[in-house]
């Protein structure tokens, strides 16, 4: 079992800047990957970023060259960087782990956080 919590969640202005951490604590070899997913309302669960053992990292379109995933393997800590935020990147964000490496999808991740909500306002 992996427990995952995710906090730095708030409201911003367009162009603001938001830090998201994912602490992870548990089995760790149930973390093969992880990654960091948003959903608006009304719109299905999406891919934001993905961060490999090897840091080798996997960026959505829309996060590419705004968002930065990293993680601190000895605190157990995922973070999400997030700057120039747009309305349309607001939503919940979650922290998600998978036993298996794959791609960065949510079907492929079995642990998820509760979630920290993010509100980009223009």
């Known amino acids: 079992q992996v427990q995952l919590v995710e906090s730095g969640g708030g409201s911003v202005q367009a162009g603001g800047s938001l830090r998201l951490s994912c602490a992870a604590s548990?089995?760790?070899?149930?973390?093969?990957?992880m990654g960091w997913f948003r959903q608006a309302p009304g719109k299905e669960r999406e891919e934001v970023a993905c961060?490999?053992?090897?840091?080798?990292?996997y960026y959505a379109d829309p996060a590419k060259g705004r968002f930065t995933i990293s993680q601190d393997n000895a605190k157990n800590t995922v973070y999400l960087q997030m700057n120039n935020l747009k309305p349309e990147d607001t939503g919940i964000y979650y922290c998600?782990?998978?036993?298996?490496?794959?791609?960065?999808?949510?079907?492929?991740?079995?642990?998820w956080g509760q979630g920290t909500q993010v509100t980009v306002s223009s």
């Open positions: 998600a782990s998978a036993r298996m490496v794959g791609a960065c999808t949510p079907k492929n991740f079995g642990y």
């Open positions: 548990g089995n760790i070899y149930s973390r093969a990957y």
């Open positions: 961060i490999y053992a090897d840091d080798n990292a």
